[in-house]
C-alpha cells in the first residue's frame, strides 16, 4: 500500500478518476477497486489528506506495461492534484 498526499486545496473525486482511467469501478468496504491492462486488481480510498493505493500486477508485455503505467500516472493526477513529476520530487525531499 502506498499512500499519496493530495495538493491543498484540490477535492479529489476518487470514482470518477478511476472510472475515467481504468474503465469501470466497484465499491468494496469503502474502497474502491478496479481492474485494467497489466493491473489484476487497483484499491483505492482516501482520507482528508492522502489518497491510499493498492495494486497487483500481472506480468505481461512491455507495451501493456507502459499503457498501464501512463493510466496509473493519469489516476494519480486526477486524484492527487500533483503531476508524477512533482510525486517525484517529493518524494525524493521526503516530504511524502
Not at 469503502?30 to 484499491?43: G, H, N, Q, T
Request: aromatic share 10%; hydrophobic share 30%.
Amino acid at each position: 500500500m502506498k499512500g499519496y498526499n493530495i495538493k491543498r486545496g484540490y477535492k479529489p473525486d476518487l470514482k470518477t478518476a478511476m472510472k475515467e482511467c481504468f474503465g469501470s469501478v466497484r465499491e468494496e468496504d469503502k474502497m474502491l477497486s478496479s481492474s485494467f491492462s497489466a493491473l489484476k486488481k487497483i484499491r483505492a480510498w482516501m482520507d482528508a489528506k492522502k489518497v491510499f493505493v493498492e495494486t497487483e500486477m500481472k506480468t505481461t508485455d512491455d507495451e501493456t506495461i507502459m499503457k498501464t503505467v501512463k493510466a496509473y500516472n493519469k489516476f494519480l493526477e486526477l486524484a492527487t492534484g500533483y503531476t508524477a513529476k512533482e510525486r517525484t520530487k517529493k518524494a525524493k525531499s521526503g516530504k511524502e
